[in-house]
């Protein structure tokens, strides 16, 4: 189990690439009590939520394209776009290069438990995900 104050210092860091790279601004943090944490990122395009039940024991990257400014429908598949989908078609895209290129980049980030490993391999996903998200032959 993770708290929150650590879940969110560990999405800043490990996620701080969105904005810096891609226009991101964190818009939200929702917290349920210790059970479920979510931060989200918005810009004109996409809202990307990263989630994590505590209780279950699960995180969830999810990237939302806005439609008019809006969220779409959750079970709008062409809209709602989960990151282990996304990363099974950018792995096949990138290059070993950008793959090490972007481990080099992650490479000063560490994680001092399960949870905080498993936030820095989705990011890791993620950045690769949105270098490459025009490519992508999105559902």
Wanted: charged share 30%; net charge negative; glycine share 2%.
């Amino acid at each position: 189990m993770i708290e929150i104050q650590e879940y969110i210092e560990a999405v800043k860091l490990f996620y701080s690439f969105l904005e810096a790279e891609f226009g991101f601004s964190k818009v939200n943090e929702t917290i349920n009590g210790n059970a479920f944490y979510d931060v989200e990122f918005k810009n004109k395009e996409r809202i990307i939520s990263i989630s994590y039940e505590n209780i279950e024991d699960h995180l969830e990257v999810i990237i939302f394209m806005l439609q008019n400014g809006k969220l779409p429908d959750y079970d709008d598949k062409t809209k709602t776009l989960h990151l282990q989908q996304l990363n099974r078609q950018v792995m096949a895209k990138a290059s070993r290069e950008e793959i090490i290129l972007n481990a080099e980049y992650f490479a000063k980030c560490k994680a001092k438990n399960e949870i905080e490993r498993e936030l820095l391999k989705e990011a890791r996903e993620l950045r690769l995900c949105l270098k490459h998200f025009n490519e992508l032959q999105l559902l």
